[in-house]
């Protein structure tokens, strides 16, 4: 019995300690504060009043804040997680009379980059060159305290 006990406490101590479950990535929700924008291979300019934010709901509502004077815009937007890359669609709200702006997003940490288009197919890759009609954005989550 003593034998027993020991080989028992032995597949016990050499057993790996239980993992801790995985935190849940919360991916493209939440609130992202613009960085970098590029339009047809062209820096725009970031607006005097600060930086625009970006507010992805996980019902699918984004809302962008311009300024703190500024009214938010609200659209809103789906995405597809299963491509790759990971696929977005940015829906302006029926009254702007524009179509839907496909697009593609990683996320890397705590940077969001979004590539989409006004015009056209979705982009294939993270870039808006001279002359295209791409427009690539850096964003940062924005931490909550």
Known sequence: MYASA??????????PAPKEAPKKDPGIVGEWLAEKMVAGGMEMPLPQGGNP????????KLIVK???KEKPDEASYSVDTKKSPAEIDLIP???EKMGNMPGIFKIEGDTLTICFTFMG??????????????FLMTLKRVKKD
């Not at 020991?6 to 057993?15: D, K, N």
């Open 66 to 68: 311009e300024g703190p």
């Open 53 to 60: 934010t970006f507010i992805f709901a996980p019902d699918g």
């Open 93 to 95: 709200p029926a009254n």
């Open 121 to 134: 197919e979705r982009p294939k890759s993270f870039e808006s060159p001279a002359g295209a009609t791409t």
């Open 6 to 15: 020991l080989v028992g406490l032995a597949v016990l101590v050499a057993a």
